[in-house]
């Protein structure tokens, strides 16, 4: 029996009861990942209007321009509220997904909102919140790209179709360098590598899980490299998440390697472990190795170059030919189809997501007391 319930969820096809819709696409937030999904949507035959936003006007600009958007301002709520916009994209900096995810709502669009989907729980409440209040007007999904990376997805499957049997653990591990720590500290100090970067494996996990709450989180951190850099924040931590029917998992990051280590996003390995069977998934891609004495620039850091990569371990995906293949892709791509012709997708909700915030709070706060912390948290 598959863990979780049968695959139908999952599975493709469409949906007699959505409108198959051309789409007017506001990317709200034009930074890096704005600008990736544009130039995906910019591609797809059913958006036939995009317009851009961002707080720095000539960033807004710059990518209309780019992907040949008819407007473009310095004004999020203008944008979602264009009349030629029909759907939403939020990647603003993770403090400001709530505002802009509460006006696609009121507005009754569609969103697609970058992880996490806010920084408190009470913020991801206040969204679920305008959800349940807009009904079948809101459709809101929370972009956490590692479900559309394909070995996540084939993993899924195999849950899905009983081969594991019951999930009784699992673990997950990534790396990443402190450069990249150290710029996602910059750009805000709340978006810890846990709350950043961990929360994807999170994800996966519940994910993968499909139906237990957890309870537990049991976690230890160790400071060093990100807090000599003037960051109080830990450079190693690792927990244990237990669930309601009594399975563990173990999580574990560090966001201080070296300045230079050769992965361009993240460097992860996870296990699944179950009753019938078990899964190791290497996604450290240690063996697509390249050294060049020119260099080749990072996926998340413009001024940033490494000359030893491991290929393909750049989270959003990589370009070649022209495109750009891997998750983001697949995700963005996946969004717009069920925009477009009501196909299922697997983006997470935002309760599935609030969870996976509350987790990540949990963690940070287990760290913080030296103490199990127990869920649902306080407040």
Known sequence: MAQGGGGGEYQ???DNNMQRNQIGLAIIGSGRIGTLRARLASEHPSVHFIATADRDPANAKALADKVGAKVHSGNNLDIINHPDVTAVVVSTAEGEHTEAVLAAIAAGKPVLVEKPIALTTVEADSIIAAVERAGSKANVRVAYTR???DRYLIAKEQIIQGRVGKITGAAARVFNSSSQA?????RDPHATPVVDALTYYVDLMNWFLDGPKLVEVYS?????VLKAAGHDVDDVCYSVLTYDDGTTVNLGISYALPEKYPALGHAARVEVLGTEGVMILDDDHTDQ???????IPHVYLPDHTVNMVFLQSG??????????WGPIANETRAWLDHLATGKKCVL???REARATLEATLAIELSVESGKPVRLPLAG
């Open 12 to 14: 493709g096809g469409l």
């Open 147 to 149: 479900r559309y990376k």
């Open 182 to 186: 150290l710029a996602m500290l910059k």
């Open 220 to 224: 230890r951190g160790t400071k060093g």
């Open 289 to 295: 190795i390249m050294y060049t004495n020119k260099g």
């Open 315 to 324: 989270t959003p995906g990589d370009w070649a030919l022209g495109e750009l």
């Open 348 to 350: 997470a909700t935002p």
